[in-house]
């Protein structure tokens, strides 16, 4: 499974694999690729299109 | 105060605030204004409030028209406290009024106030009717807050936008043909350049929305309205947003001994030269936010400055820090120049701020103590080389 973190550009929340986003229905150790298209960043509501890999 | 009828039953019922010139670091040489509207329907509705430093201005005008205490709904578009700050303060007249915002708008406004308020939580694409007139909801997240969405009531063909084309300009027109359309115009581009810019992908979505809704008016919570040139500030913020420039170059620097100012004019006439429209901006006399304005638009962002203690001037650094917080992402060509002593040190850290940026960096410019008409010279030549 693909562990790469990706960045809310707009507002900067990082999402991590690792946790998934719960509240928003997506499991940890679900990867960015297989989250739902209508999924939104949890803090700003942006969608995934907004979100770009991050360099570490 | 009264209140101004912009429609029949639909009041303008914000504050001007003549006055202020710093909003965050963001000069306001013109003042601004808080714009809350109030319509008189079968719901009773006031649309954003003003600053707390205002409430007083707002419930004035409010009064004018009806009790407050009428009050049934209080659209809160935007949780920034110059919007949402007399909310507290609205509502003890009102304690049982609800307020429509979207999720995000409840869970900020529960963080400033904790107020416990009765709220109607929207999402993109709902309505609510409050008699014979209706709100048509658009969530616009990080435009330029995760709580800011913009209403559209098509009865009154009425965009209310919120931040959205606002302009930080306090004046006695309401209107946008009550003013210099010039200096509004200009106002709505330094309000872009300087709070929106970096949310140029979110602010197209806006506009996709927006281009649903037959808009007559745009109710704005900053400055005036918008009704006869509509058009003219939806296709400019298209422009902006799509990161349209000028032939237009930008050169921002500071100097200590006028060498790095020497580099700065001779890349401004180069620039001149190639029939570039240039704004030279020497940072001990222009601020950052105004700066922005001249960002906006510019193919070239030429930063200089000498290097001062292995670092540079603190001007030049403040200016590169907002900067890089509200660049446009695409597209920008810049320059890094500037002079040094003995340790040439200032281009490096204006460069890393400029990658920061994401601009394609074309040139550098570094030059020891005092250039001669041979180096200026060799900077003239490479500049318009690059620009030909």
């Known amino acids: 499974m693909s562990m790469e973190k990706y960045v809310c550009e707009p507002c900067g929340y990082i999402y991590d694999p690792a946790e998934g986003d719960p509240d928003g229905g997506i499991k940890p150790g679900t990867a960015f690729k297989d989250i739902p298209d209508d999924w939104v960043c949890p803090v700003c509501g942006v969608g995934k299109e907004d979100f770009s890999l991050l360099e570490e | 105060m009264k209140a101004v009828e912009i429609k029949k039953d639909i009041y303008w019922v914000g504050a001007i605030d003549h006055d202020v010139r710093n909003f965050h670091g963001y000069l306001t040489q013109r003042g601004t204004t808080y714009n809350a509207y109030l319509i008189i329907d079968e719901k009773i ?23 407050p205490s009428k009050i049934d709904y209080i659209v809160c578009n935007h949780v920034e406290p110059d919007h949402s700050g007399s909310l507290s303060a609205i509502l003890k007249y009102c304690p049982n009024a609800t307020i429509i915002t979207c999720a995000n708008g409840e869970k900020g406004l529960e963080q400033y106030y904790h107020g416990n308020w009765n709220y109607h939580i929207v999402k993109s694409g709902d309505a609510v009717s409050i008699g014979k007139r209706t709100f048509n909801f658009v969530l616009t997240p990080m435009v330029h807050w995760p709580d800011n969405m913009i ?98 170059a930008v050169i921002a620097y500071d100097t200590m001994w006028k060498s790095t100012e020497k580099m700065a004019l001779t890349l401004y006439e180069a620039f001149v030269k ?34 001062l203690n292995s670092e540079i001037m603190a001007n030049v650094a403040g200016f590169l820090t907002y900067m890089r917080g509200l660049a446009p992402r695409e597209g920008r060509k810049a320059i890094a120049f500037g002079s040094y002593g003995w340790n040439a040190k200032s281009v490096a850290h204006i460069e890393q701020y400029l990658q920061g940026c994401n601009y394609d960096i074309v040139a550098s410019f570094n030059q020891q103590y005092r250039p001669t008409q041979d180096d200026l010279q060799q900077i003239t030549e490479k500049t318009i080389q690059l620009i030909s």
């Open chain 2, 151 to 248: 209403s559209f009531m098509p009865e009154e063909n009425i965009l209310f936008s919120n931040d959205s084309f606002g302009q930080h300009y306090a004046t006695s027109g309401r209107f946008d043909d009550e003013v210099s359309k010039d200096e509004a115009l200009f106002e709505a581009k330094k309000y872009f350049a300087n709070i929106v810019l970096p949310y140029s992908n979110q602010v197209k979505k806006e506009l996709e929305a927006a281009q649903n809704f037959d808009i007559k008016l745009i109710c704005t919570s900053h400055g005036i309205i918008w009704r006869s040139y509509v058009a003219d500030i939806i296709q400019l913020y298209h422009n902006w947003a799509h990161n349209v420039t000028q032939k237009k």
């Open chain 2, 45 to 67: 509705t006031l649309v954003d409030t003003v600053k707390d430093t205002h409430t007083d201005e707002m419930i004035s005008r409010i009064s004018h028209i009806i009790d």
């Open chain 2, 274 to 307: 190639k029939g570039y429209e240039v704004a030279l901006r020497n940072l001990q006399v222009n601020h950052e936010s105004d700066v922005m304005t001249d960002v906006i638009d510019s193919e070239y962002i030429c930063v200089g400055s000498p290097t």
